[in-house]
């Protein structure tokens, strides 16, 4: 079975490093979900919690270090309902 992505939109320069790693899985043939799963999670943790991004309001942190840097921060501007 072969799983093919593909947006169709053309990425920017920022994103030609991410995507070059993404190309990847569709270029090799799964036998089945669970192993595409597999690659999957292992991309998406690699990319979140090891890869330093320069995105804006990244500034070079991870995303998730972002992320948690910032929950203090939302909760403080939360509106209770």
Not at 36 to 54: G, K, M, P, V
Request: aromatic share 8%; charged share 25%.
């Amino acid at each position: 079975m072969t799983i093919l992505t593909s947006s169709g939109v053309r990425p920017s320069s920022a994103n030609r490093a991410r995507m070059s790693s993404c190309r990847s899985y569709r270029r090799k043939i799964y036998d089945s979900i669970a192993a595409l799963q597999t690659d999957l999670d292992a991309w998406l943790d690699q990319y979140s919690n090891e890869r330093e991004h320069q995105g804006r309001w990244c500034y070079g942190k991870t995303p998730m270090r972002t992320f948690l840097d910032s929950l203090e921060l939302a909760r403080e501007k939360l509106i209770p309902h």
